[in-house]
């Protein structure tokens, strides 16, 4: 009788099992990453942006100079407070922002300006530009500076007076004015460029608050000063040592902290593949045996390698090291003067004295005389030395031996 045909062919099943993994896969992936699928303005004030208004350019200065940057896409706040500075550039409004600024040890606040439409061409390049309306940016200055209050000029000023040492080059500069609790670090008549503001925490923390985001923009940072000027503020904040964190959460690209992000993100994501395809190659090697099993090895091994080397370990054992050393060298010098045929008995004075002469001849180290004093000087030895300095003789031998019997 025939047994029941299965339902699918090994094929099909192949095909619905891979599927099956390929779909758990891309939810485990979508679960994951699936936050930062939706769309962003590329062209916005961001340090991945290349467009007019980007930042993209301010983090490539820091990383050529070597100061340590963090672009930080998660909890900004407390991974500067640790001696690093935090930097808030252009948020798109003033939620959030006071906040962050206040779980930091030190901050640079800069204020937005413009507001653009995208490159029908490119993402990530900005077609036209417009500033935005004063309210608004005052808006994001009054969430740590109540009562603040901005006015927009144009040239950038008659003549700038810098705290800091180099000079700003602006055309149409936006600038705070003065008031109770700011101290100017750059500014001119008009107004005041960068202060140094009350921290939200206060205590010894410090907040500087640039009024002009022109200054670290793409289009702005090559132009006089405006690097330097960064710079500057920014050593003066770190007093030579610290990370900058460059907040990127209120552009729109927080990403929360993961285990399984942090497991599936280079590099750590070759390292999560190589523990996949071990634990793979494991389960396939217990499912299936590469041939019949490798028999046990027997309790005592046989033949003569195992015979001598019990053998030696028994004589050490037994402190008879020295005496197996001098019969080795008898042995050895009897077998050299049969072999060479000398003269008289092969212990003799006679005999040794021609061996002597023949391994002088032949270039020898060390002749039989000096050889016979070695063994016995080695063989009376004791203490933990004893061992390698009676190996070392019988090695002396063994190659004596061999330069006289060669070509014998």
């Known amino acids: 009788m025939r047994g029941e045909e299965a339902p699918f062919s090994r094929r099909s099943v192949a095909w619905i099992a891979g599927t099956c993994a390929l779909s758990m896969a ?7 990453f699936g936050g930062e699928l939706g769309a962003r303005p590329a062209w916005g004030p961001t340090s991945f942006s290349p467009s007019a208004l980007g930042h993209s350019g301010f983090a490539a200065v820091l990383r050529r100079l070597g100061i340590p940057l963090l672009v930080s896409r998660d909890a ?8 690093g500075v935090l930097v808030v550039a252009e948020p798109p ?27 029908f061409l490119r993402r990530d390049w900005v077609a036209e530009v ?23 000029i144009e040239g950038g ?109 280079f590099p750590l994501a070759l390292a999560s593949l190589a523990a996949l395809l071990t634990a793979a190659l ?9 041939g019949a099993p490798a028999p046990e090895p027997p309790a005592l091994e046989q033949g003569k390698g195992f015979l001598v080397e019990n053998t030696a370990r028994l004589l050490r054992a037994g402190g008879h090291d020295g005496h197996a050393l001098a019969r080795y060298w008898l042995s050895s010098l009897h077998a050299v003067a049969e072999a060479l045929r000398a003269p008289g008995h092969p212990g003799s004075a006679e005999a040794v ?12 180290p060390s002749g039989p005389g000096a050889l016979s004093a070695r063994v016995k000087e080695a063989a009376g030895t004791r203490g933990p030395a004893a061992g ?3 190996l070392e003789t019988a090695r002396a031998v063994h190659d004596w031996r061999k330069g006289m019997t060669r070509g014998a």
């Not at 101290?183 to 410090?206: F, K, M």
């Not at 494991?282 to 590469?290: C, E, P, Y």
């Open 26 to 32: 891309a939810g485990i992936l979508f679960s994951v």
């Open 76 to 83: 900004s706040g407390p991974r500067a407070a640790a001696g």
């Open 93 to 119: 409004g003033a939620e959030g922002v006071r906040g962050m600024i206040a779980s930091s040890r030190a901050a640079l606040l800069v204020l937005p300006k413009w507001t653009g439409k995208e490159h």
């Open 130 to 152: 417009e500033a935005l309306e004063v309210s608004h940016v005052r808006d994001v200055a009054a969430s740590v500076l109540e009562k603040a209050s901005l006015l927009r």
């Open 157 to 265: 000023g008659a003549a700038w007076v810098s705290g800091l040492g180099p000079l700003p080059s602006l055309r149409a500069a936006q600038l705070l004015s003065a008031g109770d609790g700011i101290e100017p670090l750059v500014h001119c008549r008009e107004g005041i460029l960068l202060a140094e503001i009350p921290h939200p925490g206060g205590g010894e923390r410090r907040l500087l608050l640039l009024s002009d985001p022109d200054l670290l923009a793409n289009h702005g940072l090559p132009a006089g000063g405006n690097a330097d000027l960064l710079l500057a503020a920014l050593e003066d904040l770190r007093g030579g040592k610290g990370a900058v964190v460059l907040d990127e959460t209120l552009h729109g690209y927080r990403r929360s902290s993961s285990l399984w992000r942090e497991l599936l993100s």
């Open 282 to 290: 494991l389960a396939w090697t217990a499912g299936v045996r590469f």
């Open 353 to 364: 004295a021609f061996l002597d002469r023949l391994a002088e001849a032949r270039g020898l």
């Open 388 to 390: 390698k300095r009676i």
